[in-house]
């Protein structure tokens, strides 16, 4: 019988993500942006382990816990909290109110939230049904638009989780990746080859995606290739600074489904003639 996951998650493009990987691995998903509609999806569909965000709008993810300890028809749902805080004390809270695992969302990457997903739901099998071999990539439907295959992408990024998925998602379109984790390795990779397009994060180590962004376009190297900023940060003044410097798009990783980044990418490739 196919085991159901429900992901409570309002960060879109995450919560895109883990759809498509435990779908990919066999598993029947729902989806929740919010804790109250999660708290009510997870009375009415009854799933076999829930992953719930802390930070949810309407109601939190501890509000989400203290309820289903007090609901006898949930309360032995099991739950695996993914969160952007590693800070002891909650995670002391999250254990305290019942959840069997506890993820960093800038720790881990996709393998890694399957394995604890298949250790909960009693599977260990390595070789479940869409599961890519070791070093390959999950297969996934592409768009009817522009091929990318061939073409060379270098995204930086410096989240663990992200930087796997968007290497995932890219292989399966047949690209040449290049990454990069921090401004130096980004600019020393762009000294040697320069790419048809830069998917770059603003919040980085050292030097940030703003300043990368600059660089590059005053090189007259690597003025003519596109850039689009993929960041967390959304307020205006953000998104106005990086049109003045340059950038063709500025998506907020909240707000975007990786599918929709992948379109993104192909559309600005086509607008820059590449």
């Known amino acids: 019988m196919t085991k159901k996951v429900l992901i409570i998650e309002d960060d879109i493009f995450l919560g895109d993500v883990l759809v498509q990987k435990l779908k990919s691995d ?9 804790g109250a509609s999660g708290l009510k999806q997870m009375a009415d569909w009854k799933p076999d382990l829930v992953l719930l965000d802390i930070i949810l ?8 816990l203290e309820a289903r300890q007090k609901n006898p028809l949930i309360a032995n749902i099991p739950i695996i909290i993914i969160s952007n805080s590693g800070q002891p004390v909650e995670i002391n809270r999250a ?6 695992d506890y993820l960093v969302k800038a720790q881990f990457d996709p ?25 390959g990539a999950t297969s996934v439907p592409t768009s009817t638009g522009g091929k990318l295959e061939g073409r060379k992408i270098m995204w930086v990024e410096d989240d663990k989780f992200l930087s796997d998925i968007i290497a995932r998602k890219l292989s399966a379109q047949e690209c040449a ?6 401004g130096e390795e980004a600019l020393a990779h762009l000294e040697k080859e320069v790419p048809d397009l830069v998917l770059l994060d603003i919040l980085l180590p050292g030097m940030d995606g703003f300043e990368i962004l600059r660089r590059i376009k005053t090189s007259p190297v ?6 689009i900023l993929l960041s967390n940060l959304g307020q205006q003044t953000d998104i106005d600074k990086g049109k003045e ?5 500025f998506l907020i990783k909240a707000t975007v489904t990786l599918d929709e980044i992948i379109e993104e990418i192909r559309k600005v490739i086509a607008e820059a003639g590449k």
């Open 57 to 64: 709008p309407v109601m939190n993810g501890y509000e989400v």
């Open 245 to 249: 410097l340059g950038a063709a798009r």
């Open 111 to 135: 393998e890694e939230v399957l394995l604890k997903v298949r250790l909960q739901l009693g599977r260990t099998d390595l070789d479940s049904p869409g599961v890519a071999p070791s070093g």
């Open 95 to 100: 254990l305290s109110l019942g959840v069997k």
């Open 26 to 34: 066999g598993y029947e998903t729902a989806l929740s942006r919010d």
């Open 222 to 227: 690597t003025k003519a290739v596109p850039v």
């Open 177 to 182: 990746l290049f990454h990069a984790a921090n």
